[in-house]
Nanobody, 114 residues
Framework: QAQLVESGGGLVQPGGSLRLSCAASGSRFNISAMGWYRQAPGNQRVLVAG???????NYADSVKGRFTISRDNAKNTVYLQMNSLKPEDTAVYYCNRVVGIYAWGQGTLVTVSS
């Protein structure tokens, strides 16, 4: 079972940027498709970006063109670069595997507000 630690959230104005990081322990990281999920107040947790071990990416329509997921397999770390942030991006962001979900980390809160 891996441990996932997300960081990098904060308060940002609309149109601003943030970069989230997720440090993952465990030997299966390099062979796992990883994703960033988010959960807004009152909503279910949803997958917004995914990346395969080889670096192929996919995105939810709501973030396509604004968010970029990447990974550093040597550091067991996944990143989410978020640009042109909107108030509706406000949520707690989590990382996890796309298949075979690990126990969830604490997440990192992103608040987009003026």
């Amino acid at each position: 079972q891996a441990q996932l630690v997300e960081s990098g959230g904060g308060l940002v104005q609309p149109g601003g940027s943030l970069r989230l990081s997720c440090a993952a322990s465990g030997s299966r990281f390099n062979i796992s498709a990883m994703g960033w999920y988010r959960q807004a107040p009152g909503n279910q947790r949803v997958l917004v970006a995914g990346i395969t071990p080889g670096g192929t990416t996919n995105y939810a329509d709501s973030v396509k063109g604004r968010f970029t997921i990447s990974r550093d397999n040597a550091k067991n770390t996944v990143y989410l670069q978020m640009n042109s942030l909107k108030p509706e991006d406000t949520a707690v962001y989590y990382c996890n595997r796309v298949v075979g979900i690990y126990a969830w980390g604490q997440g990192t809160l992103v608040t987009v507000s003026s």
